[in-house]
C-alpha cells in the first residue's frame, strides 16, 4: 500500500535505559521513508528549544519527584503543540523516543508518583491524543546495566539509579503494555538488533501498511 493512503501514525519507543531504542528508531524512520512516507524524528523530553532546556535540567539537576513529573509534562506539552500535532496534521509521521509511558514507569513505577496524578497530566496535556504504536523494549536491568556500562563514562540523574529501581520501572512499563495491549508490542531487548529490525519491520507492515 503506498503512504499516500495511509494516515500518518505516532510511534513511540520505551524501555529501560540501555535496553538498545536508538539503532532500532533510526532503523524504524528508514523503514518509513523507504515507503515514501515523511517523518519527524523527536525525543523526550526534549523535542523543541525550550524542551531540550527543560531536559537538560530534569536530567541533571535534584529534585522534587512533582517537579520531575511537572517539567516533563510541560517540555510534553510544547512539544505537542509545536512539533508533534503539526507533524500529523500535515501527514508526517512522528517517530519519538519516549513519551507519557515512560512518566508512568518512571515517575509513577520508579519514583512513586501517584498514578491519579499522571492521569490528570495526561487528561490535561493530551486528551485525545494517544501513540498509535508503542514499541517496549523489555530487558533484564542487570543486562540493560551491564551494556550502559560497557558503553558509558558517566551517566544522568536516571542513569545513575540503582537496579532496584529499573526492577521497577521496568514492571511498570509491563503493567501499562498489559492495560494498553493493542497500542503496544513489546519486543524481547535481548533478541539479536537484525532480528529485532526484522520484527519491527514485521509490525509496521500489519499494523500500517497491510
Ligand atoms: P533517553 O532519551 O532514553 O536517555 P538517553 O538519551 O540518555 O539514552 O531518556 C532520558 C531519561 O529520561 C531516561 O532515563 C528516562 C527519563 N524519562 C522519565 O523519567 N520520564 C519521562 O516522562 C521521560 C520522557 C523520560
Redesign the pocket.
Known sequence: MSARSVRAGFITFEGI?GAG??TQIAHTVSLLEQRGCAVLQT????GTPLGERL?AL??HEPMHLET??LL?FAA?REHLAERIEPALQEGRWVVC????D??Y???VG?RGLAAEKLVTLEQWVHPGRQPDLTFLFDLDPAIAAARMAASRAE??R??REQAVFFERVRAAYLERARQCATRFHVIDATASPEAISHEIGDVLAARFFS
Not at 43 to 46: K, L, V
Not at 97 to 100: G, I, L
Open positions: 535505559d531504542k536508538s525525543r523526550e523530553p526534549g531536559r530534569v536530567l520531575e513529573a516533563m510534553r523516543d519516549r513519551f507519557t515512560a512518566t514507569a518512571y515517575q520508579g551517566g544522568d536516571f542513569e
